[in-house]
C-alpha cells in the first residue's frame, strides 16, 4: 500500500509538529475540519483501531474544547485564511490571515506541510484553489521536504455520471470510476479544478496532491441541512417541504467523518489520488427530511415541484443543486485502507439522535423551562407572558392544555371521510390502523373524562391534568423552545406525579419519597412569587370589572383560593419542597416590597436570573420591527435634544437680556451717583473761587486787554501773583 520512501517520510513527520493550511477556516466545514485535525496526533491513523476505542465517548472524535489546541504536543498546527476580519470561535488556529495579498499567501503557504483547499461551500474559492495549486507547483525546487495539497471537492463533480450498468442501477460508483465522472453543469469549474490537481501530483516524492470527492455534509451545527432544521425547529410550517419526487439518493458524509478522511490522507498518503468521502448509507431526500420533521419538527412532508425550491430564502443555487443530486457512491478505499473513528458511519437517518443533539448544542439552541408558583392575583400570568414573548417560549396554562386536549381528543373520535376506489401505500394502511387503534383509545379516554367532570362538580381528576400536561411538555415544541409552565403543579403530590418517569410511577412509595425525575420535562427555573394578604386583596379591589368578569377574582371565589393556596402552602411537604429535594431552588420574589403593579422589576429580575435566550434570534420581520423601532426611538431622541437645545439657548438669550438691561441701569445709577458727587464736592472750590480769584482774574484780564504783553499768559501769571489778596 506505501511505497518504502513514504514510509520514511511518514516516520519523519510523525516526530515533529506538521503545519496545516485550511482556507476560509470561519466557515462550517472548514472551522470544523480544522478543529478536528488541531486534536488529532500526528501519525495516530496509522494505528489500529481497537474495539476499546471504538467503544469511548465522543471526546475522541475529533471535537475539541475552546483553548486546547495549542497546549497539545505532536498535534497538527492549524492556519488559515478568514473570511471576517474578526472571526469568533477559532481558538483551535495557531494562526489566520484576512485580505492578504497574492504574494503575502504564496509565502504562507510555502511555510505549510500540508494544504488543504476546501471548495465545498464558496464557489469563488475555486479560483483561489487553482492559482495555489499552480504558483505552488511553479516553487517545487525550492520544496525543502515533501508537501500535501488536498482539495476538498465535491460529489457534484460526478452528479450526471451515469451507472456502470443500465439494468441495475444499484450498482454504486467508486473511486475507481472517477475518470467516467460527469459534473453538473453549475459544477464546471470544480472539475477543472480536480483535473489540474490530479494533473500537478505526479512528482509525489516531491508534491503529492489528492482530491477528496465529500458528499453532502452534516453534524455540528448543520451545513446544507441547516435551513431544514431550522425550518422544523420553529414549528412554524405544517410539514416541511420535499422538492420534486424525492425519490434521489444523496451521498452523505458527517463532517468529522470528512476530516477523520483527511487526517488519513495526510498520515498514509495514499497511492491512489482521487478519493471519495461518502458514509455507508443510501438515502433519498424524502428520507432525510422525513427524519429532519420526525425528529424535531411537524412530523410530516409535502412534497412540492423543483422551482418551488427557489422561493426558499436559506436555500442558495449550490445547496439545491446538492439536495436534488441523484447519483449511488461507495467509497470503497476509504472503507478498506482508512482508520477512522466513525462518528456517523451508518448515515444520517441512523443517527439522527447524535446529529440533533450536535446541532442544538453547537447553535446553544437549549431549551427554557420555567415554572412560575405562587398565590391567586400574585401577577403569574402577565410576568409569563413577558417572559414568553421575550424568551419565544410556549405558555402552559392549565385551562388552555385541559381544552386543548378535550378538542384533540373529539377530534380523533369525530368519524372521517375515506378515499374509496385508490391503491394505498403499505405506509398509509400502516397509519390507517393505528388510526383505528388510537380512535378506541381516545372514546375511551373521552368517556372517562366527561365522568369525572359529572363526579366532581366540572372539576377535573388530578390523574387526567397530569395526563395532560405532561403530553404539552413532552410536545415538540416544548422539547425545542421550553415553556412556561403558569401556576401548576400546586402540590408536592402534582409535582411527583407530573415529573417523575411514566415507568416507575407505580414503584415511588416502596422506595421512598425520592423519585427519579424526567429530564426532558423537568424545570430549569422555578420562580416562587408571594405578597401578604392584604396587598392581594387590595390589587383584586383595584381591578376593571371588565377584567373581574367570568373569572376567580369575585370576592368569594378570590378568598376561598387564596384561603386554599395558604393552607396548601403550609404542609409538611410542598411543592417548593419537591423542587429543593431536586436541588431545583426556587427563586423566591416578593412581590409585595416591590410596589410595581406592572410586574416589571419581577420580570427584570427573573431575566437577569435566567440568562441569554437560547434561540435563532429575531426573525428578519422582527429585526425589522426592531431596527424601525430603534430608529423612532432614535429619532424622538434627537427631536427632543433639539428642542431641549432650543429652549436652553433661548432661556439663556432671555437671562443674558435681563442681565445686559439690569447691566445698564445700574451703570446708570452709577453715573448719577458719581455726578452728584462731583456736583457736592465741587461747591466749596466754586464758592471760594467766585470769592477770591474770580475778581483779580477779571482785573488781571482788562489789564492784559489794555498793556497788549507779547506773553499774555505770563503777564496774566504775573499780574495775579503781584495781586493775590492773601499776600496784600
Same mark, same amino acid.
Given at each position: 500500500?506505501?511505497?518504502?520512501?513514504?514510509?520514511?517520510?511518514?516516520?519523519?513527520?510523525?516526530?515533529?509538529?506538521?503545519?496545516?493550511?485550511i482556507?476560509?477556516?470561519?466557515t /462550517?466545514?472548514?472551522?470544523?475540519?480544522?478543529? /478536528?485535525?488541531?486534536?488529532?496526533?500526528?501519525?495516530?491513523?496509522?494505528?489500529?483501531?481497537?474495539?476499546e &476505542?471504538?467503544?469511548?465517548?465522543?471526546?475522541?472524535?475529533?471535537?475539541?474544547?475552546?483553548?486546547? =489546541?495549542?497546549?497539545?504536543?505532536?498535534? %497538527?498546527?492549524?492556519?488559515?485564511? $478568514?473570511s471576517?476580519?474578526?472571526?469568533?470561535?477559532?481558538?483551535?488556529?495557531?494562526?489566520?490571515?484576512?485580505?492578504?495579498?497574492?504574494?503575502?499567501?504564496?509565502?504562507?503557504?510555502?511555510e505549510?506541510?500540508?494544504?488543504?483547499?476546501?471548495?465545498?461551500?464558496?464557489?469563488?474559492?475555486?479560483?483561489?484553489?487553482?492559482?495555489?495549486?499552480?504558483?505552488?507547483?511553479?516553487?517545487?525546487?525550492?520544496?525543502?521536504?515533501?508537501? @500535501?495539497?488536498?482539495?476538498?471537492?465535491?460529489?457534484?463533480?460526478?452528479?450526471?455520471s451515469?451507472?456502470?450498468?443500465?439494468?441495475?442501477?444499484? @450498482?454504486?460508483?467508486?473511486?475507481?470510476?472517477?475518470?467516467? +465522472?460527469?459534473n453538473?453543469?453549475?459544477?464546471?469549474?470544480?472539475?477543472?479544478?480536480?483535473?489540474?490537481?490530479?494533473?500537478?501530483?505526479?512528482?509525489?516524492?516531491? %508534491?503529492?496532491?489528492?482530491?477528496?470527492?465529500?458528499?453532502?455534509?452534516?453534524?455540528?451545527?448543520?451545513?446544507?441541512?441547516?435551513?431544514?432544521?431550522k425550518?422544523?425547529?420553529?414549528?412554524? $410550517?405544517?410539514?416541511?417541504?420535499v422538492?420534486?419526487?424525492?425519490?434521489?439518493?444523496?451521498?452523505?458524509?458527517?463532517?468529522?467523518?470528512?476530516?477523520? $478522511? @483527511?487526517?488519513?490522507?495526510?498520515?498514509?498518503?495514499?497511492?491512489?489520488?482521487?478519493?471519495?468521502?461518502?458514509?455507508?448509507?443510501?438515502?433519498?431526500?424524502?428520507?432525510?427530511?422525513?427524519?429532519?420533521?420526525?425528529?424535531?419538527?411537524?412530523?410530516?412532508?409535502?412534497?412540492?415541484?423543483?422551482?418551488?425550491?427557489?422561493?426558499t430564502?436559506?436555500?442558495?443555487q449550490?445547496?439545491?443543486?446538492?439536495?436534488l443530486?441523484?447519483?449511488?457512491?461507495?467509497?470503497?478505499y476509504?472503507?478498506?485502507?482508512?482508520?477512522? +473513528?466513525?462518528?456517523?458511519?451508518?448515515?444520517?437517518?441512523?443517527?439522527?439522535?447524535?446529529?440533533?443533539?450536535?446541532?442544538?448544542?453547537?447553535r446553544?439552541?437549549?431549551?427554557i423551562?420555567?415554572?412560575?408558583l405562587?398565590?391567586?392575583?400574585?401577577?403569574?400570568?402577565?410576568i409569563?407572558?413577558?417572559?414568553?414573548?421575550?424568551?419565544?417560549?410556549?405558555?402552559?396554562?392549565?385551562?388552555?392544555?385541559?381544552?386543548? =386536549?378535550?378538542?384533540?381528543l373529539?377530534?380523533?373520535v369525530?368519524?372521517?371521510?375515506?378515499?374509496?376506489?385508490?391503491?394505498?401505500?403499505?405506509?398509509?394502511?400502516?397509519?390507517?390502523?393505528?388510526? !383505528?387503534?388510537?380512535v378506541?383509545?381516545a372514546?375511551?379516554?373521552?368517556?372517562?373524562?366527561?365522568?369525572?367532570?359529572?363526579?366532581?362538580?366540572?372539576?377535573?381528576?388530578?390523574?387526567?391534568?397530569?395526563? %395532560?400536561?405532561?403530553?404539552?411538555?413532552?410536545?415538540?415544541?416544548?422539547?425545542?423552545?421550553?415553556?412556561?409552565?403558569?401556576?401548576?403543579?400546586?402540590?408536592?403530590?402534582q409535582?411527583?406525579?407530573?415529573?417523575?418517569?411514566?415507568?416507575?410511577? &407505580?414503584?415511588?412509595?416502596? +422506595?421512598?419519597?425520592?423519585v427519579?425525575?424526567?429530564?426532558?420535562? @423537568?424545570?430549569?427555573?422555578v420562580?416562587?412569587?408571594?405578597?401578604?394578604?392584604? %396587598?392581594?386583596?387590595?390589587?383584586?379591589?383595584?381591578?376593571?370589572?371588565?377584567?373581574?368578569?367570568?373569572?376567580?377574582?369575585?370576592? #368569594?371565589?378570590?378568598?376561598?383560593?387564596?384561603?386554599?393556596?395558604?393552607?396548601?402552602?403550609?404542609? #409538611?411537604?410542598?411543592?417548593?419542597?419537591?423542587?429543593?429535594?431536586? &436541588?431545583?431552588?426556587p427563586?423566591?420574589? #416578593?412581590?409585595?416590597?416591590?410596589?410595581?403593579?406592572?410586574?416589571?422589576?419581577?420580570?427584570?429580575?427573573?431575566?437577569?436570573?435566567?440568562?441569554?435566550?437560547?434561540?435563532?434570534?429575531?426573525?428578519?420581520?422582527e429585526?425589522?420591527?426592531?431596527?424601525?423601532?430603534? =430608529?423612532?426611538?432614535?429619532?424622538?431622541?434627537?427631536?427632543?435634544?433639539? =428642542?431641549e437645545?432650543?429652549?436652553?439657548?433661548?432661556?439663556?438669550?432671555?437671562?443674558?437680556?435681563?442681565?445686559? !438691561?439690569?447691566?445698564?441701569?445700574?451703570?446708570?445709577?452709577?453715573?448719577?451717583?458719581?455726578?452728584?458727587?462731583?456736583?457736592?464736592?465741587?461747591?466749596?472750590? +466754586?464758592?471760594?473761587?467766585?470769592?477770591?480769584?474770580?475778581?483779580?482774574?477779571?482785573?488781571g484780564?482788562?489789564?492784559?486787554?489794555? $498793556?497788549?504783553?507779547?506773553?499774555?499768559?505770563?503777564?496774566?501769571?504775573?499780574?495775579?501773583?503781584?495781586?493775590?489778596?492773601?499776600?496784600?
Amino acid at each position: 500500500m506505501f511505497e518504502d520512501d513514504e514510509i520514511a517520510v511518514t516516520t519523519e513527520k510523525i516526530t515533529r509538529n506538521q503545519r496545516v493550511f485550511i482556507n476560509q477556516l470561519d466557515t /462550517f466545514s472548514s472551522r470544523n475540519i480544522g478543529k /478536528f485535525l488541531s486534536n488529532c496526533v500526528i501519525g495516530a491513523s496509522l494505528e489500529e483501531i481497537t474495539e476499546e &476505542e471504538e467503544e469511548e465517548d465522543e471526546s475522541k472524535s475529533g471535537v475539541l474544547e475552546p483553548g486546547t =489546541a495549542k497546549q497539545k504536543e505532536g498535534t %497538527f498546527q492549524v492556519v488559515g485564511t $478568514v473570511s471576517q476580519p474578526d472571526p469568533t470561535h477559532l481558538e483551535f488556529a495557531t494562526e489566520t490571515y484576512y485580505g492578504i495579498s497574492r504574494e503575502d499567501l504564496l509565502l504562507r503557504l510555502l511555510e505549510c506541510d500540508i494544504i488543504v483547499y476546501n471548495i465545498t461551500e464558496n464557489p469563488k474559492q475555486v479560483e483561489e484553489a487553482v492559482w495555489a495549486i499552480s504558483a505552488l507547483n511553479e516553487e517545487i525546487n525550492r520544496f525543502e521536504k515533501r508537501k @500535501i495539497f488536498i482539495l476538498l471537492s465535491t460529489v457534484m463533480t460526478w452528479a450526471r455520471s451515469k451507472p456502470l450498468d443500465m439494468e441495475d442501477s444499484e @450498482i454504486p460508483l467508486t473511486e475507481e470510476d472517477y475518470r467516467r +465522472r460527469k459534473n453538473h453543469p453549475n459544477f464546471q469549474d470544480h472539475i477543472n479544478a480536480e483535473k489540474l490537481v490530479l494533473k500537478f501530483g505526479k512528482n509525489a516524492r516531491k %508534491f503529492a496532491t489528492y482530491v477528496v470527492a465529500s458528499g453532502l455534509q452534516y453534524g455540528q451545527e448543520g451545513g446544507i441541512l441547516h435551513a431544514f432544521f431550522k425550518m422544523a425547529w420553529l414549528g412554524e $410550517v405544517p410539514a416541511l417541504p420535499v422538492f420534486g419526487n424525492g425519490l434521489n439518493v444523496i451521498p452523505t458524509i458527517h463532517v468529522l467523518d470528512l476530516a477523520g $478522511v @483527511i487526517q488519513n490522507v495526510i498520515d498514509h498518503v495514499p497511492k491512489i489520488h482521487y478519493l471519495l468521502a461518502v458514509d455507508e448509507s443510501v438515502v433519498t431526500l424524502e428520507d432525510i427530511i422525513k427524519c429532519i420533521s420526525k425528529s424535531t419538527g411537524p412530523g410530516k412532508i409535502q412534497k412540492f415541484p423543483k422551482e418551488n425550491a427557489f422561493l426558499t430564502k436559506d436555500l442558495k443555487q449550490e445547496a439545491l443543486d446538492h439536495l436534488l443530486i441523484n447519483c449511488r457512491m461507495e467509497a470503497l478505499y476509504v472503507k478498506e485502507n482508512f482508520n477512522i +473513528r466513525w462518528v456517523s458511519h451508518a448515515g444520517f437517518v441512523e443517527n439522527i439522535g447524535t446529529v440533533l443533539k450536535e446541532y442544538k448544542q453547537s447553535r446553544r439552541l437549549l431549551p427554557i423551562k420555567i415554572c412560575i408558583l405562587g398565590p391567586p392575583a400574585v401577577g403569574k400570568s402577565s410576568i409569563s407572558e413577558a417572559l414568553c414573548k421575550h424568551y419565544k417560549l410556549h405558555h402552559i396554562k392549565l385551562k388552555d392544555v385541559i381544552s386543548e =386536549a378535550i378538542t384533540k381528543l373529539e377530534a380523533i373520535v369525530a368519524p372521517k371521510e375515506t378515499a374509496q376506489g385508490e391503491d394505498q401505500s403499505e405506509e398509509e394502511e400502516e397509519e390507517e390502523e393505528e388510526e !383505528e387503534e388510537n380512535v378506541e383509545e381516545a372514546q375511551e379516554l373521552l368517556d372517562a373524562i366527561k365522568e369525572s367532570l359529572e363526579q366532581n362538580a366540572g372539576r377535573l381528576e388530578d390523574q387526567y391534568i397530569t395526563r %395532560f400536561v405532561r403530553e404539552k411538555l413532552k410536545s415538540v415544541p416544548c422539547r425545542n423552545q421550553g415553556y412556561v409552565l403558569d401556576g401548576y403543579p400546586k402540590t408536592y403530590d402534582q409535582a411527583r406525579d407530573l415529573f417523575s418517569h411514566e415507568d416507575e410511577e &407505580e414503584d415511588y412509595e416502596g +422506595r421512598g419519597k425520592m423519585v427519579p425525575y424526567d429530564k426532558v420535562i @423537568i424545570p430549569e427555573f422555578v420562580c416562587a412569587l408571594d405578597a401578604s394578604d392584604e %396587598f392581594l386583596k387590595d390589587r383584586v379591589i383595584n381591578l376593571p370589572e371588565s377584567v373581574v368578569a367570568g373569572t376567580h377574582y369575585s370576592q #368569594d371565589r378570590f378568598l376561598r383560593a387564596l384561603g386554599t393556596y395558604r393552607d396548601v402552602s403550609t404542609e #409538611d411537604e410542598t411543592v417548593l419542597n419537591y423542587f429543593d429535594e431536586l &436541588e431545583i431552588h426556587p427563586i423566591h420574589i #416578593d412581590v409585595g416590597r416591590l410596589e410595581d403593579a406592572q410586574n416589571r422589576l419581577v420580570i427584570k429580575q427573573l431575566i437577569k436570573e435566567i440568562g441569554e435566550p437560547r434561540n435563532y434570534g429575531l426573525t428578519e420581520e422582527e429585526q425589522e420591527e426592531e431596527d424601525l423601532r430603534a =430608529a423612532e426611538a432614535l429619532l424622538a431622541k434627537e427631536t427632543a435634544e433639539q =428642542a431641549e437645545k432650543k429652549r436652553q439657548e433661548a432661556q439663556e438669550l432671555e437671562e443674558k437680556k435681563a442681565r445686559w !438691561e439690569e447691566w445698564s441701569k445700574r451703570l446708570e445709577e452709577v453715573k448719577r451717583e458719581e455726578r452728584e458727587l462731583l456736583e457736592a464736592q465741587s461747591v466749596p472750590l +466754586r464758592n471760594y473761587l467766585m470769592a477770591y480769584v474770580m475778581p483779580t482774574l477779571m482785573q488781571g484780564l482788562n489789564e492784559c486787554c489794555k $498793556v497788549r504783553p507779547e506773553d499774555p499768559v505770563d503777564f496774566l501769571a504775573e499780574y495775579l501773583f503781584k495781586n493775590n489778596p492773601e499776600t496784600q
